[in-house]
């Protein structure tokens, strides 16, 4: 049972992600593209949600959540 909990935990050590044998100018390259990526997929949520709330034309200002349930 010990000997099989070891090559467990040993199996974990070794498939840690690929990033860790990766330079850290890639990780840094990859991790500012799905900043960059997020950053549009926000921008475009946002866009939509305000042209969503010109058709429902109330004049107060409501959240994300109120312009979706009208």
Not at 52 to 66: A, E, F, R
């Amino acid at each position: 049972m010990l000997c099989e909990t070891r090559r467990t935990l040993h199996s974990r050590s070794e498939s840690k992600s690929e990033d860790d044998d990766e330079p850290s100018t890639r990780k840094s390259m990859k991790r500012q593209f799905r900043n960059e990526s997020e950053k549009r997929r926000r921008d475009q949520f946002n866009q939509l949600i305000g042209e969503l709330s010109l058709i429902i034309g109330d004049q107060q200002k409501l959240d994300k959540s109120s312009i979706l349930k009208e």
